[in-house]
């Protein structure tokens, strides 16, 4: 017992003698420190399996989150949306028209009918005069005739050039009904 309680008296001194000497000498002791730095550490890298599954995890979230956001179908909506708009505004346009004239819809000071089948709105052109109320309504309670977003040929030139590719018509009771075809919603129609 008394021997081995020497022996690690002995060892600690020659640590002790060792370390004295390796602090007087500062490379040893930047050697020594490095030494045992480098023993404790272990130093990894990624292998090209763990990159390549990282990367396959990175495509299969991005994959899930287009399918649920689904841009195509936005788009589609955002469409929708802007023709409910249109046919919101062309029908307040016509109202403003009507209220303006005590109830009766009026171009240029002569009594305009609308009409009681669905008749698309656009210029006069094709010899259908029925849609053509751009001139009753333009500038004075709107400032273009609004047109589809999609439609190729939907637009807007002037009030002798446009083609809104809505309709309206009147029922049997006078109200008036604009509508329009949409992309998610088929038949986007209002009536006042």
């Known amino acids: 017992m008394n021997n081995r309680k020497t022996r690690v008296y002995i060892?600690?001194?020659r640590r002790d003698r060792r370390t004295k000497s390796i602090i007087r000498d500062p490379i040893k002791f930047f050697h020594m420190c490095h030494m045992n730095h480098m023993r404790n550490v272990k130093?990894?890298?990624f292998t090209l399996i763990e990159v390549l599954v990282v990367i396959g995890i990175i495509a299969v979230l991005a994959a899930i989150v287009l399918v649920a956001v689904n841009p195509s179908r936005q788009f589609k909506l955002?469409?929708?949306s802007q023709r409910v708009s249109n046919v919101n505004a062309l029908l307040n346009a016509i109202h403003q028209n009507m209220a303006e004239h005590r109830g009766i819809f009026t171009c240029?000071?002569?009594l305009r009918t609308i009409p009681t089948n669905p008749t698309l709105v656009r210029d006069g052109t094709t010899g259908l005069t029925?849609?053509?109320i751009a001139v009753c309504i333009v500038p004075d309670y709107i400032s273009s005739v609004p047109f589809d977003p999609v439609l190729?040929?939907?637009?807007f030139s002037?009030?002798?050039d446009y083609n809104s590719g809505y309709e309206i018509f009147r029922d049997s009771n006078g109200r008036i009904t604009a509508s329009s075809t949409g992309e998610l919603t088929t038949t986007i129609?209002?009536?006042r």
């Open 11 to 13: 060892s600690a001194r």
């Open 43 to 45: 130093h990894r890298a």
């Open 78 to 80: 955002a469409r929708d």
């Open 108 to 110: 240029a000071g002569s």
């Open 130 to 132: 029925q849609g053509d």
């Open 152 to 155: 190729s040929d939907a637009h």
């Open 158 to 160: 002037s009030t002798t």
């Open 189 to 191: 129609s209002v009536t």
